[in-house]
């Protein structure tokens, strides 16, 4: 078998690309982790917390996820009749023959749950607010992200007891 010599030059090229080929692959398969981390769906209870309860301190999260614990039931019923009428809303619009008039109806289905869901979520945060501080009310009103969007703002970080900072 024929030995094989490089000059140091072609050995630290063949080093460098290796290295740089190696580095690149480990980015893209870590990104590749990071994008597919489960969350839940946005209209789930679950969501529901991770979007208001972390924006708010320690305390204010506990009072807000009592008030949630109380809500639980209705909300869940408001979120399961909005998912039915968007699966009905899809059947309707795959459904051969196609019926503009049933679509119609199924969007008029879907607007009433989703309305009714808002109002569910609504009454959550009315009993909630007066039993939050300040900074908590104020925390709650600033724009929730939605899971979806491609244009969320992030949540804003938790206030530090006693950080004045934060205002």
Do not use: C
Request: no cysteine; aromatic share 6%.
């Amino acid at each position: 078998m024929k030995n094989i010599t490089l000059t140091p030059r072609a050995a630290t090229a063949i080093l460098f690309a290796s290295l740089t080929l190696n580095l690149f692959l480990l980015t893209w398969v870590g990104v590749g982790l990071l994008q597919k981390r489960p969350h839940a769906p946005w209209l789930s209870l679950e969501s529901i917390e991770e979007r208001y309860a972390a924006r708010l301190s320690d305390n204010d999260a506990a009072v807000f996820r009592r008030a949630l614990e109380a809500h639980k039931a209705e909300l869940a019923a408001r979120i399961d009749a909005s998912r039915e009428t968007r699966a009905a809303v899809r059947q309707t619009m795959q459904a051969e023959p196609f019926d503009p008039t049933r679509l119609e109806t199924a969007f008029a289905d879907s607007r009433r749950a989703m309305s009714d869901f808002q109002q569910a979520l609504q009454s959550l945060l009315l009993d909630t607010a007066g039993k939050l501080s300040a900074d908590g009310r104020k925390r709650l009103s600033e724009h929730a992200p939605h899971a979806d969007s491609g244009n969320a703002r992030p949540i804003p970080t938790r206030a530090a007891p006693n950080d004045a900072s934060v205002r």
